[in-house]
């Protein structure tokens, strides 16, 4: 399974962006988006079941950011409001291996390659 993160860009703060995930080459189960600030762990941002029924956000995103996927395209999505400059980060976008739906980064089988967000004050 081959990943492709996209979208990321530089927004001000209270900006908006919406990054996509393209998946293609094999089948896979829960996606999720995770991102790594300079210095920092990889930490979990957000998760959605394969169904696409069930999701689940890090505290410090909840109510500003919105997972989803689209089974059509095989893409997944985050849309990201009210951004702040401590969301400013390497997001990256991560698949399971099938019937798998998890926050932590070492369940996940399949990873893009990131796409730089940077948020200005």
């Known amino acids: 399974v081959q990943l492709q993160a996209s979208g990321g860009g530089l927004v001000q703060v209270g900006g908006s962006l919406r990054l996509s995930c393209a998946a293609s080459?094999?089948?896979?189960?829960?996606m999720g988006w995770f991102r790594q600030a300079p210095g920092k762990e990889r930490e979990f941002i957000a998760a959605?079941?394969?169904?696409?029924?069930?999701?689940a956000y890090e505290d410090s995103v909840t109510g500003r950011f919105t997972i989803s996927r689209d089974d059509v395209k095989n893409t997944m999505y985050l849309q990201m409001i009210s951004l702040k400059p401590e969301d400013t980060a390497v997001y990256y976008c991560?698949?399971?291996?099938?019937?798998?739906?998890?926050?932590?980064?070492?369940?996940?089988?399949?990873w893009g390659q990131g796409t730089q967000v940077t948020v200005s004050s």
């Open positions: 959605v079941k394969w169904s696409g029924d069930s999701t």
């Open positions: 991560a698949a399971t291996a099938q019937g798998v739906f998890t926050i932590f980064p070492e369940e996940y089988k399949y």
């Open positions: 080459g094999g089948t896979f189960g829960g």
